[in-house]
């Protein structure tokens, strides 16, 4: 007795045998339980999937004159000679090679004829997108108005293709790829079945190469037994279908993440020694890649295809690298595929790229970037004014001790004992003394604000200062433009209040007023009788490195400084 390939000796032959497909099976055979059976099918989907298989056991199910509804008997002529490929009643037509006119005006004139034994006459056209335009016209009228006794089943890979004209007179249905693990586990039931003894990470390796095609799988599990015989072992199937070992990959990327290159450079070795295919190798990186960080991401969700003992280094890899490396890495790995794919020694890039991968260094998280900004700006918003010692060293101004002197109004009553009266001592925090009411009351303000806040400090001194009252602070706004809109922000005007409250040890009102433009004249005159002193402030202001490169910079090109 001749062999048998596998995908031929274990192809369904009933709706429960089909893989994957449920949502199609169960809608088919509810379709003919309760007799509503369109005229035309459409079943579209990846190659190997039961397209042509769900049609055959369709046709069997209309047409078995034994079987319950749905069910085929499998033991009736109509069943037998379908499954045989000899029903004369129902037709399979590769849609390739009988794709033109002649061939569909053909198929018309014969679906006019009732059944011979059957119930309904059947065409199965099998790549029906392969169809002219010409030949699908032609399918028009007959699918818009066909006899009661003839169904049509189209089956294609492309389903854009197919005219819309074709598809609206059609029900739908898509097949999709099956998952690896119910790949693997029906392989396991084939190789029981067969007495061959094969792991299932053998298994895995087979259904990751089908890519969701049992069919394929299936070819691929008697190209792997015709080999090794009834004894399959892990190492023998990357050898026989020359696929990419998962160790190395898994090997790989742990070595990414350790930021070891040696190993990686090691990792290349392999994969060049064994006669691995570099471009292949670098895109199952980015898969295994993609499953990292998706393992993160989405960790409840069924979005990644492997077997439950990769599933487990997937998770440890991830948790050990974090979700920013991962997309950094991903994103190089991306951006460099073409320089790979279109160079002459692809293995130099790979080695580039893995190397420039391992020495990307740790990277933070946006919120642990903006934790640590915080700080930093926090410090440097606290730091007192800086000032330079004799030597040319940086000093911080030392703390504000400031004693005002005791005003006396001549009618203010003498102390009666001739023994003098300790002057009276200001608290550094603050002050409720009149004496600092006015100008000098605003300079002792601002070295207050300096020991608080550098930023606003700085804001203050350009400031123009008005009146400084009991109860009354006036202030105009300043030259720079970022300075004259600070207390725009009401948090802005609360902060300086609460400053002013602070240090007079009372309330405050800060009236801010629009500073009056001085005329031309004027603005020409006080340039001129303070340039020679913004000048030299300026260049004092700097802190000596700076003031260095400046003077360098000024001696070279014969310049002189300007304060804006």
Known sequence: MPYEVLARKWRPQVFEDVIGQ??????????????????????????GVGKTSVARIFAKAINCAEGEPGIPCNRCRSCREITEGNSVDVQEI???????????RELRESARYMPSASRYRIYVIDEVHMLTLPAFNALL???????????????TTESHKVPITILSRCQRFDFKRIALQKIVAYLEKISGHEGVAIG????????????????????????????????????????????????LIFESSSAIIEGAAPRCLAVVEKVYSRGYDIKEFYRALMAQFRNLLVSLIAPEENLIDMSESDRKEIRRQAEMAGTEKLQVVLNFLISREDALR?????RLVLEATLIKLCTLGEYLSFDDIMKKMAFLEKRLLSLPPETHGEDGKTVLDPPINWTPKAVLDDHAEKPASGKDTPPHTADPKGTTDSALDGEKGWEAFLQFVSSKSKMLYTILKDWHFKALTEDLLEIANGNQKFSSGYFEEQDKRDQLAEYCRTFFKRDIRVKITARPIASAGEKERAARNDKGKNRTEASDELPPEVRDVAQNVLELFEGKLINK
């Open 200 to 247: 299932t990470t053998a298994l895995a390796m087979i259904a990751r190469e089908a890519e969701g095609s049992m069919r394929d799988a299936e070819s691929l599990l008697d190209q792997v037994v015709s080999f090794a015989g009834d004894k399959v072992s892990d190492d023998q199937v990357p050898e026989i279908l020359g696929i990419i070992d998962r160790g």
């Open 141 to 155: 009228k007959t699918l818009e108005e066909p006899p009661p006794h003839v169904k049509f089943i189209f089956a």
């Open 342 to 346: 279109f160079s002459t020694y692809p």
């Open 94 to 104: 590769d849609g390739a090679s009988n794709r033109g006119i002649d061939e569909i």
């Open 22 to 47: 449920e949502h199609i099976t169960q809608t088919l055979v509810n379709a003919i339980k309760t007799g509503r059976l369109a005229h035309a099918y459409i079943f579209g989907g990846p190659r």
